[in-house]
């Protein structure tokens, strides 16, 4: 089994899963362990500390859920298109947050 319990039930950005990957490592991982550590290290590409500004600064904007602003902090979309995919459906996302969406992950990834 490679979990023992649940803690809870929240989407968490890919930064923290790799603090707490860090934090719960064994010397020698399972090999599940260690395949996630290599997703986590291939696909996390922003800091903790500008992960959770930019997080913060997403949450801010009008019509971005925290389950929203997380995925966009985890993919940092290039385009509006990237964004769009990203909106569940039966959500409207207005162009002027999506600008504003983007513009956050812009100051972010430089």
């Given amino acids: 089994m490679i979990g023992k319990r649940l803690d809870s039930n929240e989407n968490i950005p890919l930064y ?3 603090e707490i990957i860090k934090e719960r490592a ?3 991982p ?3 362990q ?5 997703y986590v290290g291939k696909f996390t590409g922003i800091t903790k ?8 600064g997403l949450q801010e904007i009008e019509g971005i859920s ?9 993919i940092l979309p290039e385009n509006p298109e990237q964004v769009r ?13 999506l600008k504003l969406a983007l513009e956050a992950v812009d100051k972010v990834r430089k």
């Fill in 16 to 18: 923290e899963v790799k």
């Fill in 26 to 28: 064994p010397e020698e």
């Fill in 30 to 32: 399972t090999y599940e």
């Fill in 34 to 38: 260690g395949m996630s550590k290599d």
């Fill in 49 to 56: 500390a500008k992960g959770e500004k930019l997080l913060a």
């Fill in 66 to 74: 925290r389950d929203l602003a997380i995925s966009i902090v985890d």
């Fill in 85 to 97: 995919l990203l909106v569940p459906k039966g959500t409207e996302l207005g162009e002027e947050s």
